[in-house]
C-alpha cells in the first residue's frame, strides 16, 4: 500500500523559509515522478513542483521559480521541497504526490494540469504572515 507522508509545515514570516519533506513507502520510487501541489483556502488546487524518478529534470509552477527547490532522494525514498522568501500568497495546504509514470509526456501534463498523479499524502500546512 502506497503511503505518503509530509511533515515540515508551519507558521513563519514573509521572507522566511520553510523545508517540506514527504516521506514514502510501499512503492518502488526510485524509478517514480515525484511531485508538490497546494490548496490555498477556497481556491482549487494546484501545480507546485515535480521531479522525475532520477531527478535530473525538475519543473516549476512560474510563480515559486527562483524561490522553491524540489530535491529527491531516492535511496530514503524522500522529497523535499526548498521554499525561500515565503510570501503571503504561498499561505496553502501542500500535498506530496507520486506516479510510477515518471516519462517526459506524462510530466509535463502534470505541469500543464491535464494530468494528475496517482497517489497523494494528506498535506502539510504552511502558513506565511506579512
Known amino acids: 500500500q502506497v503511503q505518503l507522508v509530509e511533515s515540515g509545515g508551519g507558521l513563519v514570516q514573509a521572507g522566511g523559509s520553510l523545508r517540506l519533506s514527504c516521506a514514502a513507502s510501499?512503492?518502488?520510487?526510485?524509478?517514480?515522478?515525484m511531485g508538490w501541489f497546494r490548496q490555498a483556502p477556497g481556491k482549487e488546487r494546484e501545480f507546485v513542483a515535480v521531479?522525475?524518478?532520477?531527478?535530473?529534470?525538475?519543473y516549476y509552477t512560474d510563480s515559486v521559480k527562483g524561490r522553491f527547490t524540489i530535491s529527491r532522494d531516492n535511496a530514503a525514498n524522500t522529497v523535499r521541497l526548498q521554499m525561500n522568501n515565503l510570501k503571503p500568497d504561498d499561505t496553502a495546504v501542500y500535498y506530496c504526490?507520486?506516479?510510477?509514470?515518471?516519462?517526459?509526456?506524462?510530466?509535463?501534463?502534470?505541469?500543464?494540469?491535464?494530468?494528475?498523479?496517482?497517489?497523494w499524502g494528506k498535506g502539510t500546512l504552511v502558513t506565511v504572515s506579512s
Open positions: 504526490a507520486a506516479d510510477p509514470r515518471s516519462g517526459g509526456p506524462f510530466i509535463g501534463a502534470v505541469v500543464r494540469g491535464t494530468r494528475d498523479m496517482g497517489y
Open positions: 510501499g512503492g518502488a520510487f526510485d524509478t517514480w515522478a
Open positions: 521531479v522525475n524518478w532520477s531527478g535530473e529534470d525538475t
